[in-house]
């Protein structure tokens, strides 16, 4: 690092001085200092005392913020005269104070650098009355900020925590339902078997009988769904055969064994195996042998579905996932799918246009989630309950497109040039803050090199976001 200095004449041509007057130059050239930083080094660091105001003369900066445990770049420019660091020595003790991001040069740059005692003194004499009004904008801003962000997170995670309690109740609750009624079940086949094998049937029948119930059970499994009217039909026909041959309850065990692929030819079988006597205990146990499988199915098809949902919960947060990696943006878009299928009302169709063949992507995937929750709840909320939800993937040069549509009254032209300003919302008071396209803005622009674009007119809205293919 070198270092030298400007005239005064040199620094009215930067816009941030050029209204000051001789004197004022005078004193900033005097404790300023022009340094210069190789491409790749840190102009300042972020958490560093604030010890010094830079004015950038030539090359290109990048400016980044820690988040976690992250660096995110938030900007990069050219500009002459553009400004950082110890933005706000004029508030408080400058000694006191920190960097609150970073600055690095991208390519071989100069600034302009002046130690921050110097500026809160310049600041404080020179403009007293715009310095107590920037100091009230500051903390005002930075107190609303953290408020209605922490207010954001916080309404969306109970949004996202109701959905996800709901979705999880559901199939727990059924599992809960299936394990309660199949411990009956295994009860009364134990009586059943118990009633059978007292002595009145021989070895070979018992043999027979037990055969008959395997390829019950393999009925069972293999069995297709019937429409109501069909299955209404065969449970008919089954009861009148075993009306016939004198079991006992027909209109109880006629739906099971329907249900599980049992015909009254089958039966027959059974009857030819164990004989009149023994025909109605033999039927009773193997419908609650085929009642017992399908049981066993719906406590399958329910665990399964927790598990699925937890697996969609633990894709949506990245938990224990690296924050930067390469992603299938198609699992991202399901896992959001998946953990708003709550607010997802039944008049809204849901319509999936994947193009599998995408590459994946360099990604903060957690982050590109928090973009998709916010377009998709958007799109829901503007249809007002009714319409079409299309998530459609493709690719674009050298980027991959992820569209969210809906089918709602569209973006009035006069509002659409300030829909991704912080804290602007058409939402009614108490319904929004303002900050979720910002946010989603921000992180597709700003940390992904991306870009977000909005069409609209009435009946079809489409946001389309841009991710580059390869790392920026």
């Known amino acids: 690092m070198t270092s030298d200095r400007l005239t005064p004449d040199e620094l009215r041509q930067l816009f941030l001085f050029e209204s000051l007057t001789p004197e004022q130059l005078a004193h900033l050239a005097e404790h300023g200092r ?12 972020e958490g560093e005392p604030a010890s010094c105001f830079f004015v950038l003369l030539d090359g290109t900066v990048a400016m980044h913020q820690r988040v976690q445990a992250d660096e995110v770049e938030v900007s990069r420019t050219d500009k002459r005269g553009v400004y950082g660091g110890a933005m706000q020595a004029y508030i408080g003790d400058p000694a006191e104070q920190r960097y609150r991001n970073s600055l690095r040069a991208v390519t071989d740059c100069a600034v302009f650098a002046v130690p921050a005692a110097i500026i809160a003194v310049a600041m404080r004499a020179w403009f007293p009355m715009a310095t107590h009004l920037l100091e009230g904008l500051f903390v005002g801003m930075r107190n609303t900020q953290t408020i209605v962000g922490e207010r954001e997170r916080l309404l969306a995670l109970g949004a996202l925590s109701a959905g996800l309690t709901h979705e999880l109740n559901n199939p727990a609750a059924a599992a809960v339902r299936a394990t309660a009624a199949l411990r009956g079940r295994v009860a009364k086949m134990r009586h059943k078997l118990a009633m059978i094998a007292d002595g009145r049937l021989d070895g070979r029948r018992l043999h027979d009988l037990v055969s008959l119930q395997e390829e019950a059970v393999k009925r069972a499994a293999a069995a297709a769904p019937l429409s109501p009217l069909a299955a209404s039909d065969a449970e008919d026909e089954l009861g009148d055969w075993l009306d016939e041959h004198g079991v006992r309850g027909a209109w109880e065990l006629a739906p099971t064994l329907v249900a599980g692929g049992i015909d009254s030819g089958w039966l027959a079988q059974v009857d030819a195996a164990v004989g009149g006597d023994d025909l109605e205990s033999a039927v009773h146990w193997i419908t609650y042998t085929i009642d017992t499988e399908l049981l066993m199915g719906e406590i399958d098809d329910a ?28 699992d991202l878009l399901d896992a959001t799918l ?17 193009d599998r063949s995408l590459p994946t992507v360099p990604a903060y995937a957690a982050e590109l989630n928090q973009v998709w929750t916010n377009l998709i709840d958007n799109a829901l909320g503007a249809m007002a309950g009714e319409g079409t939800l299309t998530v459609r993937t493709g690719r674009t040069d050298d980027s991959l497109t992820v569209e969210i549509r809906d089918t709602g009254p569209g973006i009035a032209p006069e509002v659409r040039p300030r829909i991704f300003e912080p804290f602007f919302t058409t939402k009614a008071v108490g319904e929004g803050t303002g900050l979720g396209l910002d946010i989603s803005y921000r992180i597709v622009v700003n940390k992904h090199h991306g870009d977000i674009r909005v069409r609209s007119e009435p009946g079809d809205t489409r946001f389309l976001v841009l991710l580059p293919l390869t790392p920026a």
């Open 303 to 330: 665990v399964t579905r927790v598990s699925g949902l937890v697996g969609a919960a633990k894709q949506y947060s990245q938990l224990d996932r690296a924050p930067y990696q390469t992603v299938d943006v198609h």
């Open 34 to 45: 022009v340094e210069h930083r190789g491409a790749g080094e840190a102009v300042y660091v």
């Open 338 to 354: 998946v953990m708003l299928h709550a607010k997802v009302p039944s008049g809204v169709r849901v319509v999936k246009e994947y």
